[in-house]
């Protein structure tokens, strides 16, 4: 088992739509939670508003400049094998240059950055446990699955 947090972390999860409406998902590696499918984000730093953790996430993971605009969801996320608490808020988030695309600034951390629709990451967090071999390459990160759990007609819109 890994090393224990003694108290749980805070962690930001920023939520981009593009112009058609999909959002931003690359998959997670060499961390708890690889392979599995997430939003750009990470820890928030000491004296760090998580607006400012999110746009700086953003621009450190994908080189996209982004403007925080509002918390649209919290979740508190354990992971008991682990030894892992998480309380992650994601924060909506829009692009100021729309024509970007996301570069993969750490491929140590992430395999590649991907426009998903809202509604597929639905399926895939429903489907989640399934051994179903179609939906073995689409399994979401804990926290994207608690948030679809909890809040399964959030919109995106700013």
């Not at 392979?35 to 730093?45: D, I, M, N, Y």
């Not at 999110?54 to 996320?77: H, P």
């Not at 399994?139 to 995106?156: G, H, M, S, W």
């Amino acid at each position: 088992m890994a090393a224990a947090f003694a108290h749980p972390r805070v962690g930001i999860a920023a939520i981009i739509p593009n112009a058609e409406g999909k959002l931003l998902l690359g998959k997670r590696r060499n961390s708890h939670g690889s392979g599995t499918w997430q939003f750009p984000g990470g820890h928030l730093e000491f004296g760090e508003t998580y607006f400012a953790c999110a746009e700086r996430e953003v621009a450190e993971e994908t080189a996209l400049k982004a403007q925080a605009v509002r918390l649209v969801g919290v979740t508190n996320d354990v992971f008991k094998d682990l030894g892992k608490h998480y309380v992650t808020l994601f924060v909506l988030c829009r692009t100021l240059e729309p024509a970007a695309e996301p570069e993969l600034l750490e491929p140590d951390k992430c395999e590649g950055w991907y426009w998903v629709e809202w509604d597929e990451v639905r399926a895939w967090c429903e489907h989640h446990d399934d051994a179903d071999p179609r939906w073995e390459d689409k399994k979401c990160f804990l926290p994207i699955r608690n948030l679809v759990a909890e809040q399964p007609d959030i919109k995106f819109s700013s």
